[in-house]
């Protein structure tokens, strides 16, 4: 899914898709309660090396988008900041490495299990 306008994503499932589950190309992107997996990559924002503004993802299930060279999270091309926490990496701990770009950006304050107001884990 892409758009040029805000987009907000809440209390659905996004799987099994040969791209990114989401991808937004503007800078204006909620994403909340979503299940996000098996697709070719997660949730990817793209915007050019504009200012980032109005990106949120929260309280989702984030995993298990793993193609070669892709994330479950990866915001490219930007300055500032997005608002990334309370979310389910499938794994306790949150992201690793190799499914969040780019490299250091991290959620804070990660969930230990899947979302509870997330469609189930598939």
């Known amino acids: 899914f892409a758009s040029s306008t805000p987009v907000s994503i809440s209390g659905g499932v ?11 190309a503007s800078s204006a992107l909620t ?3 979503e299940t996000v997996t098996g697709n070719h990559g997660g949730v990817s924002v793209s915007s050019d090396g504009s200012i980032l503004q109005g990106v949120s993802i929260t309280q989702s299930n984030l995993y298990g988008n793993a193609a070669v060279s892709t994330y479950d999270l990866s915001i490219e091309g930007s300055t500032g900041s997005a608002a990334v926490s ?14 969040i770009l780019p490299a250091g950006f991290t959620d804070p304050s990660p969930l230990s299990a899947p979302s509870t107001c997330a469609p189930p884990v598939p």
């Open 14 to 24: 996004i799987s099994h898709s040969g791209q990114d589950g989401v991808y937004e």
């Open 31 to 33: 994403v909340s309660c």
């Open 86 to 99: 309370h979310n389910w990496w499938g794994q306790a701990g949150g992201p690793t490495s190799t499914q």
